[in-house]
């Protein structure tokens, strides 16, 4: 006799009951223990979250529906759930530090961060929806608090509040999108959408895909509804923005990939050629506005929506080449940027990080392996061969002309010799400029060790990127 209903569908969602558990673990841990609480529960979500992808690689082979067809669990979600556990990983090992130098640590991140890990993972998912705009909200809200926990910190404050009243305006773009598909469809599911908007291609059901479409391109950072990203991320506690700047991007790129094979399968024309137009439109500003940027964490916040314009031309040139090459790119996305935003906590100034590009310079003097890792940053975010950078870039390119989109891959190139530039001006800094302002290399070993980790990561899948190939497979629908 089988297994009865509930506990196959609690099998199957196990992941998401460990990050439950685990959240509820560290607010009872921060709570309950005075003294020490805040960094035990740390280490509660550490340890949970470490759990979790154990949890997540073994329980889910192959594809099932859970929750009566409204959640598919499937190849390409189990990818990028894996992907969102790993920079909350990142997030909270390089935290321990930022907040023992900030003598400041708001234990509440720490159950914050699988809180809204679980809405993402029910985002990437949903194959309906009321399920998908649920999972939008229950990881954006918990977003808004992350982005503004230092409320007396007039930078954190500001972008917290900021985050919150775009992000509603996002929100309620979708929610308008969904309600005219589903006026349109009389439907939920998305398998059942795109049988009633098979063959149709109506200005209702564009407008609908539009609106949805918009409401997920606030929370990828893609211009024009990008204005948000470089004030939240020079706002926000450093470590945190590892997390806001990659995590979500993935769960929105994942949801794309499910709406244009579902519910907007018979748009393909007009969903390709928008994503094509915000793929260049993206690149282009996010690399030139980084140009002029001093403030190394606004200069890769601008970055960061630059290589959300590299990951659009995957899912303009959607197919099995294009996804593969999103799902590799969205990776090595969390690696680079988790690596960008943590190699500021290598410089002490003062009381706290440095943060300008001068901030690096005689670095290579006074570190050696740092300064290596961080070249191998920079030639990973540029694209240049041996890193996983230049791999991910190779396969969203490819993908691009074997749809014959040749114009909108050259753009992707010259946009990746237009970041040398600015790139190389950090790089400048770290071996071939002397200190003179007095910034100091921090002695504590979770930076070094974590950015070392993430060099040699990058250098190992751009040499070997079939170690990941084929973990994340087509997206589903379900029945």
């Known amino acids: 006799m089988g297994q009865p209903f509930a506990l196959r569908e609690a099998g199957r969602l196990l992941p998401e009951i460990a990050l439950l558990v685990v959240a509820a673990l560290s607010l009872f841990t921060h709570i309950f223990f005075r003294k020490s609480g805040r960094r035990r529960a740390g280490y509660v979500t550490l340890v949970g979250l470490s759990a979790a992808i154990g949890i997540l690689l073994a329980s889910h082979p192959g594809t099932s529906e859970i929750v009566y067809g409204s959640l598919i669990v499937d190849p390409l979600a189990v990818f990028f759930k894996l992907s969102f556990l790993v920079a909350g990983i990142l997030t909270i090992v390089l935290a321990f530090r930022f907040f023992d130098i900030e003598k400041s640590e708001p234990g509440e991140i720490y159950a914050l961060l699988p809180l809204s890990m679980i809405g993402m993972m029910a985002a990437v998912s949903s194959v309906d929806l009321i399920t998908t705009y649920v999972a939008f909200e229950l990881f954006a809200i918990p977003s808004y608090i992350l982005a503004g926990i230092f409320k007396k910190d007039r930078r954190s404050a500001e972008a917290g509040i900021k985050y919150f009243f775009l992000g509603t305006l996002s929100s309620a773009l979708t929610l308008l999108g969904m309600a005219l598909v589903f006026g349109l469809a009389g439907e939920t599911n998305y398998a059942a959408i795109a049988k009633s908007l098979a063959g149709t291609s109506s200005p209702a059901a564009l407008t609908g895909m539009i609106l949805f479409f918009a409401g997920l391109f606030f929370k990828a950072a893609l211009v024009p509804f990008h204005m948000w990203a470089p004030d939240v991320y ?43 137009v915000v793929a260049v439109v993206t690149m282009f500003w996010g690399n030139i506005a980084a140009l002029l940027q001093k403030n190394v964490k606004r200069m890769m916040a601008y970055s960061s929506i630059a290589q959300a314009g590299y990951i659009m031309i995957g899912l303009a040139a959607w197919g099995e ?23 500021i906590l290598l410089i002490r100034k003062g009381n706290g990080f440095g943060e300008s590009v001068d901030d690096f310079r005689g670095l290579a003097g006074k570190s050696p392996a740092a300064a290596a890792a961080i070249l191998v940053l920079l030639l990973s975010l540029t ?41 190389f001006r950090v790089g400048r800094a770290v071996f071939l400029e002397e200190d003179r302002d007095g910034a100091l290399e921090d002695s504590a070993a979770n930076p070094r060790i974590v950015l070392a980790a993430l060099a040699i990561s990058l250098l190992v899948l751009g040499i070997f990127p079939s170690l990941v190939a084929g973990l994340a497979g087509a997206p589903s629908l379900g029945k």
């Open 321 to 343: 080449a294009g996804r593969w090459a999103v799902s590799f790119y969205v990776l090595i996305y969390v690696l680079m940027n988790a690596a960008a935003f943590g190699m």
């Open 383 to 423: 694209g240049i061969p041996p890193t996983a950078g230049f791999m991910g870039k190779y396969f969203l390119f490819a993908a691009a002309i074997g749809k014959n989109m040749i114009v909108l891959a050259a753009l992707g190139a010259l946009n990746s010799v237009i970041s040398l530039f600015y790139y």
């Open 234 to 276: 020079e706002g926000a506690p450093t470590p945190l923005v590892i997390f806001l700047s990659t995590a979500p991007k993935a769960a929105v790129f994942a949801m794309l990939a499910r709406l244009v094979v579902g519910p907007f399968e018979a748009l393909a024309i007009p969903w390709s050629v928008i994503f094509q």
